[in-house]
């Protein structure tokens, strides 16, 4: 009767071994239907009542008020390509698009390489 259940132990453990594992993915798409809107120096010094100038503001946080923002940007359906050809080289597979909320999630998932 032991030899049974010795052979079911190893049975289970030969199908663990076979199983296939996944590791996944998550990202969150920011999705703003709203009008598009660019930071403006000068609106910011007004809303901080002038205590900091446009100027400043430009010089001190060129990401978000210098010449790179005015730069033009690429449509968010070229970005969400790029990075889904990004993933697809690294063997992530998109497999299910959800709203959560109101977050836009997007779940990817791989077969996981063990050794």
Do not use: V
């Not at 049974?4 to 199908?15: A, G, K, R, V």
Request: proline share 4%; aromatic share 10%.
């Amino acid at each position: 009767m032991s030899n049974s259940n010795e052979n079911e132990s190893s049975n289970i453990e030969l199908d663990n071994k076979n199983q296939t594992k996944w590791e996944y993915r998550i990202i969150h798409l920011n999705i703003d239907n709203n009008e598009k809107y660019s930071p403006s120096p000068t609106e910011a010094s007004n809303k901080l009542g002038g205590s900091l100038s446009p100027e400043f503001l430009s010089k001190e946080f060129p990401k978000q008020y210098g010449e790179s923002k005015q730069e033009i940007q690429k449509h968010p359906a070229t970005q969400l390509q790029e990075i889904l050809n990004l993933f697809g080289e690294e063997s992530w597979e998109l497999f299910e698009i959800s709203d959560i909320g109101r977050l836009k999630m997007l779940f990817f998932k791989r077969k996981k390489i063990t050794s």
